[in-house]
């Protein structure tokens, strides 16, 4: 093997419009723009790998395996920042392999005729990242990731190819209410405060800051503005991520294909310039009597969500999502949908889309008399829904009809609907902590429904009694013997129910109950520590768990362990 790797200069770079940092707005954006003429690093190694193996079988006399393999490996890689803002790397890898016959015992050969062997696979990958920094209020991130593989397949005398292309483009972004309104606005107190935090460095950045931002003087536009500062400063950054993906595949076609640089983009579907629109061109068919297929797969993903501190104890976070993904082959087209929903009715399908929420609310501890005996006590609640469709086609001819629909879903989960964690005062506080959680799912096929209905109580109470024991000793110190106890006691309770039918009921008990699951147990559970080298724990269990096809069940278990 054998590597090499260079590293440029930082400073290779040009600011053909230095001349316009000066100018209003544009000028910080085209002023301190660096454009960077030479690549960050490059990297090339090179590896062979030579296999010479013999199996002999010990009871057989002279049954001798033998394998040899002849291998060559090699990797380029391209770091380059275009600018500041973008840059690109670029990566290739190409596997090959040497026959036995031509360069076993003749490896100069390699050299003489600059022979890279029979090209088995090549991979191609490409990252693109671009960062503007003079969107602060937005802070967007822009990726877009191509990746492109060949692989050659040899069945007997014949040789075919494998390629696929996909690649992978992102967007995030952080848009933040509070920091686009200042660019026009500045509070009394945020200037005040700036101004007066000394001297040299605080005061070099509070007068950069006040030449990009414009700040309004205007006595009606700033009682205005400063409405909205202090709506929106409750508002936290709202983030927002949207995914493409995309990938094509063809197996079986002509290993001399060359395939286009679009297709190695992800810009193409095909490897080569198709008409007509089908699905397989039968121009990249090889000569031969192998079938080939292609298939094609998109995917579009949406995530955004935010969280507004409506007090300093109360903050509420939102949640909507979206995607859908859609695969098409030679003979089938399936296509599948997601998003936020609330799930309404019978079926499922009289809810609305909305966003999924959690709010956690804190410090409720302050209230009356409560901090008298408690240190801390926060509730939470949580909500989590989806409506999922799936549809699948057949294809004939080339031709893909209309959707048609396989199956819908509706999920909801209250997670927990209610939540409370509770921590006492004194010297051994006791923690509590329950949460109520709640869910169901709607599977409708055609006329048929299934709803699936789950709830969940789980309680914890813990406490831990930290103490030991003092030997008092003559000419030497005292010895102390710690003695450490953790008490917990948890108990839990489900009931899982399943509702069927096969035809459309406008009344739940209609429904036709297949299962129901009840069950609870109550574990109590005590650990100790005797000094740093005796520890150990007994528990308790008990519980009734109650099924309407088998029956009812009792479990009971006690136990103990000591180290």
């Given at each position: ?147 492109y593989n060949w692989n050659l397949n040899i069945i007997d005398t014949l040789s075919t190819a494998n390629v696929k292309s996909s690649s992978t483009f992102k967007t995030k972004i952080g848009l933040s209410l509070k920091e686009l309104v ?382």
């Amino acid at each position: 093997s054998s590597s090499y790797s260079y590293t440029f200069g930082k400073e290779n770079y040009i600011s053909p419009f230095s001349f316009t940092k000066d100018w209003f707005f544009i000028g910080s954006i085209l002023g301190e723009a660096r454009y960077y003429y030479t690549p960050d690093k490059i990297s090339a190694n090179i590896n062979f790998n030579e296999v010479d193996s013999r199996k002999i079988q010990r009871v057989s006399v002279g049954d001798t395996t033998k394998s040899y393999s002849f291998n060559l490996s090699r990797k380029f890689t391209l770091n380059h920042k275009i600018t500041k803002t973008l840059s690109s790397n670029y990566t290739k890898q190409i596997d090959s392999n040497f026959s036995e016959e031509e360069f076993r015992y003749n490896k100069w050969k390699i050299i003489e005729d600059m022979n890279p062997g029979l090209v088995k696979a090549i991979s191609e990958k490409l990252t693109n990242t671009y960062s503007p920094d003079f969107l602060k209020w937005l802070n967007p991130t822009i990726t877009y990731n191509p990746t492109y593989n060949w692989n050659l397949n040899i069945i007997d005398t014949l040789s075919t190819a494998n390629v696929k292309s996909s690649s992978t483009f992102k967007t995030k972004i952080g848009l933040s209410l509070k920091e686009l309104v200042e660019l026009v606005y500045t509070p009394e107190n945020k200037g005040k405060s700036s101004s007066s935090r000394g001297r040299g460095r605080g005061r070099s950045s509070s007068s950069s800051s006040s030449k990009k931002n414009f700040n309004v003087k205007n006595p009606v536009l700033r009682f205005m503005l400063g409405g909205v500062h202090t709506a929106v400063s409750k508002l936290n950054k709202i983030s927002g991520t949207y995914t493409y993906t995309s990938a094509h595949d063809y197996n079986n076609i002509s290993s001399d294909l060359s395939t286009s640089y679009l297709y190695r983009l992800g810009i193409q579907n095909s490897p080569v310039n198709s008409s007509g629109g089908v699905l397989f061109d039968d121009n990249l068919i090889a000569n031969n009597n192998l079938v080939g297929s292609s298939s094609s797969s998109y995917g579009n993903d949406l995530t955004v969500s935010t969280s507004v501190s409506l007090t300093r104890t109360i903050v509420t976070s939102l949640d909507y999502r979206y995607s859908n993904s859609l695969s098409i082959s030679t003979a089938t087209k399936t296509k599948n949908e997601s998003f936020s929903f609330y799930p309404l009715g019978l079926r499922g399908d009289e809810g609305i889309p909305i966003s999924n929420w959690s709010v956690n609310w804190s410090g409720i501890e302050k209230w009356w008399f409560m901090d008298n005996f408690f240190k801390s006590i926060s509730i939470s609640h949580g909500f989590n829904g989806e409506r999922s469709m799936s549809s699948k086609d057949e294809n004939n001819d080339g031709i893909i009809t209309d959707d048609e629909l396989q199956n819908e879903q509706y999920t909801f989960n209250y997670s927990p609907i209610v939540g409370i964690t509770t921590k006492s005062k004194g010297r051994s506080p006791i923690t509590f902590k329950v949460n109520y959680n709640l869910n169901q799912t709607i599977k409708k096929i055609d006329e048929s429904t299934e709803r699936n209905h789950g709830s969940q109580i789980s309680s914890a109470l813990s406490f831990k009694k930290s103490g030991g024991l003092t030997i008092p000793t003559f000419f030497f110190r005292d010895f102390f013997i710690p003695n450490d106890t953790d008490f917990t006691l948890n108990f839990n309770w489900g009931i899982d129910r399943k509702l069927m039918t096969s035809t459309i009921v406008t009344d739940l008990a209609e429904f036709n109950e297949q299962t129901n699951n009840t069950s609870w147990s109550l574990k109590p559970n005590v650990s100790y520590s005797f000094t740093r080298w005796v520890t150990g724990n007994f528990y308790f269990v008990y519980g009734i768990s109650e099924n309407k096809t088998t029956g009812k069940n009792e479990e009971k278990d006690f136990g103990f362990n000591m180290n």
